[in-house]
């Protein structure tokens, strides 16, 4: 018998601030209408100036760390499109803050949103080779696009930490998984820039047909039919894509869904990102932590996962809910980092965001602006020097 492998405990974190789209859509003249209904979104987070992806990652973590330890930590992988630095891993800060071992390997993983699925799948292979280890993957990523552009709305920041061992605590995943990976110009960031180039409406079509790709995949490679699974967790740059997505998917194989029917296969999974916007790689995992936390009793369940990374790879895959599984769940302070976080109003919002461009300072102090327990106080000589509160 193979040995069962999957989620062994997951985490979340986010940022300090957090913008409404009523807000935006108020100093933009448009009837909020659009990004409530339109686009599925509610508000989206924003970073403090001492926010990056290595605090958002270090915060996230920590608990995972606390709870279990760092014993058989094979290996540490980070996934994010927001790298920090073109050649040092962005978890190589994580030792310092988090103490690892020095006999932990740690990496960073780069395909847009999808990005963390593959440090998934890489985890899995690692601990089939040998399960007693544990491997701690984290998707961490911020979301910015340039201002006054439709884009604009679908910012948004978050880390999902998890912890990828052999017989999980909370998911588990099947065998089989169905890939899709072509050359496509829908979103890209090339090195010089600190925003994506984005054709939105590619964009948009490229994640339905490679959704329908990845799963017709899936199945011919022995995955389950459509109708077998309890709910559906998709990538979500903005929460209407999934509802998009699913009836897509639905379609294609002669359904003709209602919105009752997507709201009862995808409404669990789209509540925090409602609420933070688009996190990229952690985007699915949040969309994942929020199915767990309010989608009911899933014991025993199997549930569809669709990561989508622009350029494009996508993943159709699946898991099952463990037996027990919400004993391990961190419901409480998943609702917590979302209602913690400080409202800001336009000016601030644009404030921070100049504030957040990258420049090419090879020293700064940054001022003190995060409640939360990790911060990146200084650049000094071109080292990113981060302390823990
Ligand atoms: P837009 O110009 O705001 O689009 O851009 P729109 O005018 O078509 O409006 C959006 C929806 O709101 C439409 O609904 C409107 O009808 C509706 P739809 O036709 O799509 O069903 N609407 C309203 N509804 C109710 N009341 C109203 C109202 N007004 C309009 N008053 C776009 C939208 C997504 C293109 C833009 O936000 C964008 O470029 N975003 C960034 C790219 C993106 O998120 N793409 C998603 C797929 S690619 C992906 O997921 C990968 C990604 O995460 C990156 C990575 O992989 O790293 C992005």
Redesign the pocket.
Same mark, same amino acid.
């Given at each position: 018998m193979t040995t069962p492998i999957g989620i062994h405990d997951l985490s979340t974190a986010t940022t300090n601030y957090v913008l409404e789209h009523a807000t935006l859509a108020h100093h933009q003249g448009r009837?909020v209408? /659009?990004y409530h /209904?339109?686009?599925g979104q509610e508000a989206m987070s924003i970073p403090a100036p001492d926010e990056d992806i290595v605090t958002l990652a270090a915060t996230a973590a920590a608990p995972i760390l606390d709870r279990h330890g760092s014993n058989n930590l094979d290996s540490v992988l980070v996934a994010t *499109?927001t790298g920090v630095d073109q050649s040092k891993a962005a978890g190589l800060h994580l030792h310092s803050l988090l103490d690892l071992p020095r006999t932990t390997r740690v990496v960073e993983l780069k395909q @847009?949103? &999808?990005g963390a699925t593959a440090a998934l799948q890489f985890a899995a292979g690692l601990i089939a080779c040998e399960p007693r280890r544990r491997v701690l993957v984290i998707a961490t990523d911020i979301a910015r %696009?340039d201002l006054d552009t !439709? @884009?604009e @709305?679908?910012q948004g920041a978050a880390a999902a930490a998890f912890l990828v061992s052999a017989h999980p605590a909370i998911a588990q995943l099947e065998p089989v998984s169905g890939i899709y990976s072509a050359d496509i110009g829908? #979103?890209w960031r090339p090195n010089y820039r600190d925003t994506p180039v984005?054709d939105?409406?590619l964009?948009?079509t490229? %994640?339905l047909s490679a959704t329908n790709d990845a799963f017709t995949d899936y199945r011919e490679k022995g995955g389950r039919p459509l109708e077998q699974f309890a709910a559906f967790c998709y990538?979500q !740059? #903005?929460t *209407?894509?999934a509802y /998009?997505a699913h009836k897509h998917l639905l379609q294609t194989r002669g359904g003709t869904p209602t919105r009752e029917v997507l709201t009862g296969d995808l409404g669990a999974t789209t509540g925090y990102n409602r609420l933070l916007g688009?996190s &990229?790689t952690a985007s699915l995992y949040l969309a994942l932590a929020s199915l767990l936390d309010r989608g009911g009793d899933l014991a025993g369940a199997p549930i569809a996962l669709l990561s &989508?990374?622009?350029g494009a790879v996508a993943e159709f895959f699946s898991c099952t809910v463990m037996p027990g599984y919400r004993d391990h769940l961190r419901t409480a302070s998943n609702e917590h980092m979302i209602s913690s976080r400080k409202p800001i109003g336009y000016h601030k919002y644009r404030e921070l965001y100049q504030a957040g461009t990258t420049g090419s300072e090879s020293n700064r102090t940054m001022p003190e602006h995060t409640e939360g327990p990790f911060r990146l106080a200084a650049i000094d000589g071109h080292h990113r020097l981060y302390e823990a509160r």
């Open positions: 009837d209408a /659009k /209904k339109g686009i *499109e @847009a949103c &999808y %696009y !439709p @884009a @709305a679908t829908d #979103f984005v939105g409406g964009s948009v490229s %994640y990538h !740059p #903005f *209407e894509m /998009k688009n &990229y &989508y990374g622009s």
